[in-house]
């Protein structure tokens, strides 16, 4: 099983070393749809399996000990991580990408289901097609020079509010 964690998500560190240096983004997305999509849950069932029946024969507290965690932070934490940042990731790499399902499904999965009628798709959703560019409507702000001093407006009524209130108190306290 370590040698399966090792194939997978070792090719896929290395891949992603590269798309550090734009080498190679298409095929780590890619790969990420294809292999990591199709073998992460046989790699963490299996190794959640394997771990088990090695603490079922050992028998000692170690074993499972190593199964409970292998299976809290592989299994459930990483397994979940790359679900849900699995389509946003492949959409980084390659902004061509036609899909926008929610989560990463196993890409074999699509042979059996119709991908557009899917009800993980959310193209219906009116996304901002630039989420980094500055909204429009800020250019009729006002600059935070031109602000009127109005400060000692809200300390007038502050204490006209902390009066009133005091007031409300020595009635229901008399």
Not at 78 to 83: G, K, P, Q, V
Request: charged content about 20%; proline content about 3%; hydrophobic content about 45%.
């Amino acid at each position: 099983m370590g040698y399966a964690h090792v194939c997978i998500w070792g090719g896929s560190t290395f891949l992603w070393t590269l798309s550090l240096f734009d080498v190679g983004r298409s095929i780590y997305a890619i790969y990420i749809e294809h292999v990591l999509s199709n073998l992460n849950w046989i790699v963490y069932i299996g190794g959640v399996v394997m771990l088990s029946i090695d603490a079922g024969i050992t028998g000692d507290t170690q074993g499972f000990l190593e199964m409970a965690i292998y299976a809290l932070l592989f299994t459930a934490a990483a397994w979940l991580i790359e679900i849900v940042h699995g389509t946003g990731t492949i959409k980084y790499l390659n902004p061509d990408w036609a899909y926008a399902d929610l989560i990463l499904l196993p890409s074999w999965l699509y042979l059996f289901i119709e991908h557009e009628k899917s009800f993980l798709n959310y193209d219906e959703i009116d996304a901002n097609p630039n989420p980094y560019k500055a909204d429009p409507s800020q250019e009729d702000d006002q600059e935070i020079e031109e602000f009127d001093d109005s400060r000692t407006d809200m300390e007038e009524l502050a204490e006209e509010e902390v009066q009133e209130a005091n007031d409300a108190i020595d009635v229901v306290s008399d």
